[in-house]
Nanobody
């Protein structure tokens, strides 16, 4: 099977920085997109940043967040700078992973368990 394990969340003051990591492991043939989502209390989950053929960001984080990948480690990062209280949410990693199956290679979408980011003074 495949696992996505996130780390790096925590409590930070407004204006501070955090770096989230998400490592994929298991039966992996290749990884297409690796993305970050977040979900604040009482709100729907929203896309924060994508990495695949190109990188894209939600308007609310442009210029402050940066997504990057280490393909050799099957890991995606989210560098978050100039954090604001409205960035408080559970951040989830999502990846489109091609893995071996009895029917040949198949692509599936996987999610991490989420990591809490709290921006507060």
């Amino acid at each position: 099977q495949v696992q996505l394990v996130e780390s790096g969340g925590g409590l930070v003051q407004p204006g501070g920085s955090l770096r989230l990591s998400c490592a994929a492991s298991g039966n992996i043939l290749s990884i297409n997109g690796m993305n970050w989502y977040r979900q604040a209390p009482g709100k729907q989950r929203e896309l924060v940043a994508t990495s695949g053929g190109s990188t894209n960001y939600a308007d609310s984080v442009k210029g402050r967040f940066a997504i990057s990948r280490d393909n050799a480690k099957n890991t995606v990062y989210l560098q978050m700078n100039s954090l604001k209280p409205e960035d408080t949410a559970v951040y989830y990693c999502n990846a489109e992973i091609v893995r071996f199956t009895d029917w040949g290679p198949r692509s599936y979408s996987y999610w991490g368990q989420g990591t809490q980011v709290t921006v507060s003074s």
